[in-house]
């Protein structure tokens, strides 16, 4: 058995926790295709604060800039955040819809780079996940573009939900290679 402090003993520990986040990500991916619309307005809310509290930080950094002019700067782009954020929060049927066509285009790329990256990494024990999670990311992107704006409200939920449980799935079966290959190395 390998020690906790042991190359062996810190994969293992490392890869519990993607376990972990794997089987996560594929609860939370059911929760969303469970309540498409509601996980579409969490994500709108969740999005519109987190730009809200980037124009605050901007904010407050402005007032310790040194300079004036880098003061105004920084004071109209956190204005222009927060301005943003309370957009997102208060017209959630505009920001749904722009939301769910970045998403689209997020799934494309991010689809994109998978595929890539399986290329790169195909000799590996397992690569044929990720190869699988850039298929279906694409797909789910093509979906989205096609049926937009009229799926904007469940597109988001369901999508983003399909995705998680592709994303936990492809985690968890890396994960358990990589203990795999980590076993073999210990004995």
């Given at each position: 058995?390998?020690?906790?402090?042991?190359?062996?003993?810190?994969?293992?520990?490392?890869?519990?926790?993607?376990?972990?986040?794997?089987?996560?990500?594929?609860?939370?991916?059911?929760?969303?295709?469970?309540?498409?619309q509601i996980a579409a307005?969490?994500?709108?809310?969740?999005?519109?604060?987190?730009?809200?509290?980037?124009?605050?930080?901007?904010?407050?950094?402005?007032?310790?800039?040194?300079?004036?002019?880098?003061r105004l700067w920084k004071?109209?782009?956190g204005l222009a955040y927060?301005?943003?954020?309370?957009?997102?929060?208060?017209?959630?049927?505009?920001?749904?819809?722009?939301?769910?066509?970045?998403?689209?285009?997020?799934?494309?790329?991010?689809?994109?780079?998978?595929?890539?990256?399986?290329?790169?990494?195909?000799?590996?024990?397992?690569?044929?996940?990720?190869?699988?999670?850039?298929?279906?990311?694409?797909?789910?992107?093509?979906?989205?573009?096609?049926?937009?704006?009229?799926?904007?409200?469940?597109?988001?939920?369901?999508?983003?939900?399909?995705?998680?449980?592709?994303?936990?799935?492809?985690?968890?079966?890396?994960?358990?290679?990589?203990?795999?290959?980590?076993?073999?190395?210990?004995?």
């Open positions: 058995m390998a020690s906790p402090d042991s190359p062996a003993g810190l994969v293992k520990q490392a890869s519990v926790w993607s376990l972990i986040w794997g089987f996560a990500l594929m609860i939370f991916g059911f929760l969303c295709i469970d309540s498409p307005l969490a994500v709108n809310i969740f999005l519109g604060w987190i730009i809200m509290f980037v124009g605050v930080v901007h904010l407050v950094l402005a007032f310790h800039s040194h300079s004036g002019g880098s004071v109209l782009v927060v301005a943003f954020g309370v957009y997102l929060i208060t017209h959630p049927a505009i920001a749904i819809a722009v939301l769910t066509l970045l998403l689209a285009i997020l799934f494309l790329v991010e689809g994109v780079l998978d595929v890539i990256m399986y290329f790169k990494m195909r000799s590996t024990e397992g690569s044929i996940w990720v190869l699988l999670d850039g298929i279906v990311t694409i797909v789910l992107g093509g979906l989205i573009y096609v049926h937009w704006p009229s799926s904007s409200w469940w597109a988001i939920g369901t999508l983003v939900g399909c995705s998680m449980i592709i994303s936990g799935i492809t985690r968890i079966m890396l994960s358990l290679a990589v203990r795999k290959v980590a076993k073999q190395f210990a004995t």
